[in-house]
């Protein structure tokens, strides 16, 4: 697909999709409280495989995560506890994303769950839940949470549905903290009893209740309207209406960041509208921390690049599991352009460039809806071209119509 911009400031409005971590988990809710009608369900991939799998799963002997995270891990905790009997496969990548600490959790409070090719991976083999006898102690289980917090999350949801209630001790570094804040936050909505004390959860075995919620939009999306604005000339203005100040939302994180790149926010009743003012001059050398919100940092060393602001990045350790080697595939394609993701050493990447220029260039995408939509803004400052396309449909489908209502030419040729 070849993107360019005609010139002059931005203006204009973007429609953003819904959340689909909320959307994920509120799917989960729903069918573990048997009803409630869920409001803002984007048309991603990601939810709506959700939602397809999640009626499928009562007649259907194997079901497909694809590439969705959470879908692979929330559903395998939802299956246990349902006494599923079947296949969750998934796409190759997913094969290669870690499953183990789930499993393993999983299999100690009963679940029967097997590998069918690499230990730890997907896919699985499910056969129900063991005969656990009923009792008023809660399951207690202990998990690592510098993995992946899908997981903690995915046995959080599951938790009234053990017997007794659940326990769960979260040990060691946690990373993507928000995204346990967001499920727990959620999980109250529809009538969970739960209590944390530090790093424990106490989760009873009260049952949900149907409740109706609408999805937010989504901040992750906003960030890619964020490094627009940072990119384009002097002037440049966008709103985002339905995006919200209160918010579940660790992405929400973008604001700070963004505003040390001249990106000035202004919360309105109905959305937000993002602004560009100029950076001061001798501003402090910037660091960010990616533990608790990893989807930004993709957007974030780009624009770094792309302005000639090196950024310190850490808390990047997960990215080398999503949906591609992230931090390979950013400083693969950041190359082309005259930036680097430098690996500085001790969990420390420097987002730097020297000469950066955008003329023409073809970037590749890794089957990562994150390498396409981080990429794209660079279109801004000269041509591009952006690799398989239709990789935005995992999290916003109308990514590339909402480039083209604003101004930019979106070829579609890939
Ligand atoms: O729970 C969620 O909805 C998510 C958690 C994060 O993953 P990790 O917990 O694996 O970092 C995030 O990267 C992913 O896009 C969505
Ligand atoms: C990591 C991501 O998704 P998931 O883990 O749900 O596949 C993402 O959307 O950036």
Redesign the pocket.
């Known amino acids: 697909m070849q993107l360019s911009w005609p010139g002059g400031p931005l203006h204009g409005i973007a429609q953003l999709p819904a959340s ?2 909320e959307a ?1 988990r509120a799917l989960i809710l729903q069918a573990l409280a048997g009803g409630g009608t869920l409001r803002n369900l984007s048309d991603a991939n ?1 939810t709506q495989l959700m939602r397809r799998l999640l009626s499928a799963a009562p007649s259907t002997a194997v079901l497909d995560a694809e ?7 929330f559903l395998t905790a939802y299956l246990a506890v349902t006494d599923w009997h079947g296949r969750l496969i998934g796409t190759a990548r997913m094969q290669e ?1 870690p499953i183990a600490v789930l499993v393993d959790a999983l299999r100690q409070a009963g679940a029967r769950i097997s590998y069918l090719n690499n230990e730890g991976f997907p896919p699985l083999e499910l056969a129900g839940f063991a005969d656990v006898p009923s009792r008023a102690e809660p399951t207690e289980l202990a998990v690592r949470g510098d993995i ?1 917090s ?1 997981y903690i999350s995915a046995l959080l949801m599951v938790g009234p549905r053990l017997p007794g209630g659940l326990r769960l001790q979260l040990t060691g570094h946690i990373g993507s903290r928000p995204y346990i804040n967001m499920t727990v936050a959620l999980m109250k909505l529809f009538g969970a009893d739960y209590s944390v004390e530090g790093d424990t959860f106490l989760v009873r075995s009260t049952p949900y209740q149907p409740t109706d919620y609408t999805v937010e939009s989504d901040w ?1 999306a906003a960030s890619y309207w964020y490094s627009l604005v940072a990119l384009a000339p002097a002037g440049s203005e966008i709103t985002l209406p339905w995006l919200r100040q209160a918010s579940l939302q660790g992405d929400q994180a973008i604001v700070g960041m963004m505003a040390h790149f001249g990106v000035e926010t202004t919360f309105l009743p109905d959305g937000v509208h993002l602004r560009q003012q100029p950076v001061a001059a001798g501003a402090p050398a910037l660091a960010f921390d990616f533990t608790d919100c ?2 930004l940092a993709q957007t974030v060393a780009v624009v770094a690049a792309a302005r000639s602001i090196p950024v310190e990045m850490t808390g990047l350790e ?1 990215l080398r599991i ?2 591609t080697d992230r931090i390979a595939a950013l400083q693969t394609e950041l190359a082309k352009f005259g930036g680097d993701l430098r690996d500085a050493g001790e969990g420390r990447f420097q987002a730097e460039s020297t000469g950066f220029k955008v003329n023409g260039q073809s970037v590749a995408t890794y089957h ?3 390498m396409a939509m981080a990429f794209a803004p660079l279109a801004v400052l000269g041509t591009l071209f952006i690799e398989s396309p239709t990789v935005v449909k ?2 916003y489908p109308q990514f590339w119509k909402e480039l083209a209502k604003i101004g930019f030419t979106v070829t579609e040729a890939d």
């Open positions: 689909k971590s994920n990601d590439d969705a995270g959470t879908v692979m891990r994303r992946s899908q992750s990893p989807d997960s999503k949906e990562d809806h994150r995992k999290s």
